[in-house]
């Protein structure tokens, strides 16, 4: 992943977490300016840090690199959503989500 791409998926992330560059910096106990400078493709984090940044996001670092996934936070909310499920179930939910993906 080239960094211009790194950046892009971290900001993805943090705006569909819904905080602020600030906030996450702050959060991951770094200067204010922190993400804003990764995400400016200035810094990469260490790899210590990145490992705080998939925590602060609640994944791993494979579903940090998987840019297919748009939001992998919720993605796994729904997974553990169908756990349970019956079959006729499950179905519903996959066929509802092709025909979604369908019309986008």
Same mark, same amino acid.
């Given at each position: 992943m080239e960094k211009d791409?790194?950046?892009?998926?971290?900001?993805?992330?943090r705006i569909n977490k819904g905080?602020?560059?600030r906030d996450m910096s702050?959060?991951?106990g770094q200067s204010a300016n922190y993400i804003n400078?990764?995400?400016?493709?200035?810094?990469?984090?260490?790899?210590t840090v990145f490992f705080y940044i998939c925590e602060y996001f609640g994944i791993t670092p494979s579903e940090f690199f998987d840019t297919e996934n748009k939001n992998?936070?919720? @993605?796994?909310? /729904?997974?553990?959503? @169908?756990?349970? /499920?019956?079959n006729e179930q499950l179905n519903l939910i996959i066929n509802l989500a092709k025909g979604l993906k369908q019309n986008k």
């Open positions: 791409e790194f950046a892009r998926r971290l900001t993805q992330l905080v602020s560059a702050l959060s991951l400078n990764i995400e400016n493709g200035v810094n990469y984090p260490s790899m992998p936070i919720r @993605t796994q909310e /729904l997974l553990d959503a @169908t756990k349970g /499920l019956s």
